[in-house]
């Protein structure tokens, strides 16, 4: 079972999730504070997964009952894929940084290594010069945009991904 870390007292308050761990071992072994300053959710492990893929959000908790809501993606210009990919990198080496002796920061260098080597072109073709948007479907007349999270993506590649929450 997963673990989901939460602030303190935070039933009904959104956005007060804190971190996510795979297992108990993970959140033992990586974590450093005192439980007593969280809540601490167990989740199943497929709800774990679609936290972690971005698929879902952890909007709040109640007691031991967590409240999601699903991810909408559409990246229709490589230059915002490169902004979301240049933050998770900017997020995973503060974490490396802060943290080198980490059990999980070998794993985090090759997420980094990974998140390094996307060409965000690549990823997505972008709207020709002639496209029209329709606002009522949220796309445009020609391209193809990435519908997934990064997370997603790297999955489909093979890689294994690190949420930012997983940083514990």
Do not use: C
């Not at 939460?6 to 971190?19: A, C, P, Q, T, Y």
């Not at 009522?136 to 489909?156: C, F, H, N, Q």
């Amino acid at each position: 079972m997963a673990i989901f870390v939460f602030l303190k007292n935070s039933d009904g308050v959104e956005n007060s999730i804190f971190r996510i761990a795979a297992n108990q071992t993970v959140y033992n072994e990586n974590k450093n504070w005192d439980d007593s300053k969280y809540d601490l959710v167990t989740v199943s492990d497929a709800e774990f997964n679609e936290v972690k893929l971005g698929n879902k959000i952890v909007k709040s908790k109640n007691g031991n009952v967590v409240t999601y809501e699903n991810a909408v993606y559409r990246f229709h210009l490589a230059k915002d894929i490169k902004a979301v990919i240049d933050n998770k990198i900017a997020i995973a080496e503060e974490y490396v940084k802060l943290h080198p002796s980490k059990p999980m920061t070998p794993s985090v260098n090759t997420w980094i290594n990974y998140l390094k080597s996307l060409d965000p072109n690549n990823m997505v073709t972008e709207p020709s010069a002639g496209a029209t948007f329709n606002n009522d479907t949220l796309s445009w007349s020609d391209g193809t945009p990435l519908t997934t999270s990064i997370e997603v993506y790297a999955t489909s590649q093979g890689q294994t991904a690190i949420s930012e929450l997983e940083l514990l």
